[in-house]
């Protein structure tokens, strides 16, 4: 190796980042814990706590509480106040943390980069040889907490700001129409739409079977599975039954055919439907995705997306981060004329398309 000079300044700001980072790896286990065992929820309730009345109200080890706390205030997750020796939470950090139904509850998603960590091997062999990993090889965990990541921001959104984007959709859906969710994973946005537009009906399709039964129990739990239908089918091969809007949710860049799953959706829309895609917000060219957004989407198309899509037959892999421009050429490829993002997130590019 060429010897260079280095800049300590510029080291030491670098290995900060760096520890900073690995700090946050170890804090995802203890947000995780701390959701599972219903430590963030009692200091939601009853907070300030110390660590024996958290313990307590959370029916865990006071020992094991005392250094979980210590964590979380060491990381800024928890208040602490040193007079009282007590642990709380803000309405912020309670709304992040402690409450499920928040459009902005995080920690399910840290089932993720478990799921990641566990598929080490694997990724190691796909990145040598050039391999695929389908979804339903991975560790169970990656299902769940992508649908985790996803839910409540559906939720927030897809019927109060992403259904009326589209022109003329929601009169559709209230009228009644069918109704296609392509790639459904666990169901969340079939159940969602079937709850508020109850004179319509709505199909699911995807090629896991866990996310298929996933997608069925929360129907029947949401009292709409009189009106839902979920198949293990893939994208090109599902019945076209005219349908008035067709949907894909954060799972066109996991297909190993985007092209021809689009091309199938087109053929069994109804002369006057929809196209609704939401995918990984992202812009266009590399440089303006150097973001945290970009770092996470980056990295999960590298282990999940592209391996899937790879697995899938990788006729074209779009990745996580394809951006509007790319999915707009794919659109036109599959015979979609008039394309238009009409509505973003920090997260999702919203995409509406017709023929």
């Known amino acids: 190796m060429t010897t260079k000079t280095v800049d300590e300044t510029a080291l030491n700001a670098f290995l900060l980042k760096a520890v900073d980072d690995l700090g946050a790896g170890y804090l995802g286990v203890m947000v995780s814990l701390g959701a599972r065992l219903g430590l963030y929820q009692a200091l939601a309730e009853a907070g300030p706590l110390t660590s024996q009345e958290l313990a307590d109200r959370a029916d865990c080890s006071e020992r094991y509480v005392r250094d979980w706390a210590a964590s979380q205030a060491a990381a800024g997750y928890v208040a602490y106040d040193p007079a009282a020796r007590t642990f709380s939470l803000s309405p912020e950090q309670a709304m992040v943390l402690a409450d499920e139904d928040s459009p902005v509850y995080l920690p399910a998603a840290w089932n993720t980069p478990a799921a990641m960590w566990s598929d080490e091997a694997k990724a190691l062999h796909a990145f040598r040889t050039g391999a695929g990993i389908a979804w339903g090889d991975h560790d169970p965990r990656l299902a769940h907490g992508t649908a985790a990541f996803y839910r409540n921001g559906y939720r927030a959104n897809l019927v109060s700001q992403w259904l009326p984007a589209l022109e003329g959709v929601v009169e559709r859906l209230e009228r009644g129409t069918s109704v296609a969710d392509v790639g459904v994973g666990h169901g969340h946005t079939t159940v969602l739409m079937a709850q508020a537009f109850p004179n319509s009906r709505f199909f699911g399709y995807d090629t896991h079977a866990p996310s298929i039964s996933e997608s069925r129990r929360n129907a029947r739990e949401a009292g709409v ?12 091969e599902y019945q076209a039954l005219e349908f008035g809007l067709i949907t894909f949710f954060d799972a066109l860049h996991d297909m190993g055919d985007p092209v021809g799953a689009l091309r199938h959706a087109e053929s069994a829309l109804a002369p006057d439907g ?24 980056y990295a999960a198309s590298s282990m999940i997306c592209t391996a899937h899509a790879i697995a899938d037959g990788g006729e074209l892999v779009l990745g996580a981060q394809a951006g509007p421009e790319r999915l707009t050429a794919v659109l036109g490829q599959a015979g979609f004329s008039r394309v238009r993002v009409v509505a973003e997130t920090p997260f999702n590019l919203i995409i509406e398309a017709r023929r």
């Open 225 to 236: 599975e009189a009106r839902t239908i979920f198949e293990q089918v893939s994208a090109t």
């Open 274 to 297: 929809t196209l609704l895609l939401v995918e990984p917000n992202a812009a266009d060219r590399l440089e303006d995705n150097l973001n945290i957004v970009g770092q996470t989407y």
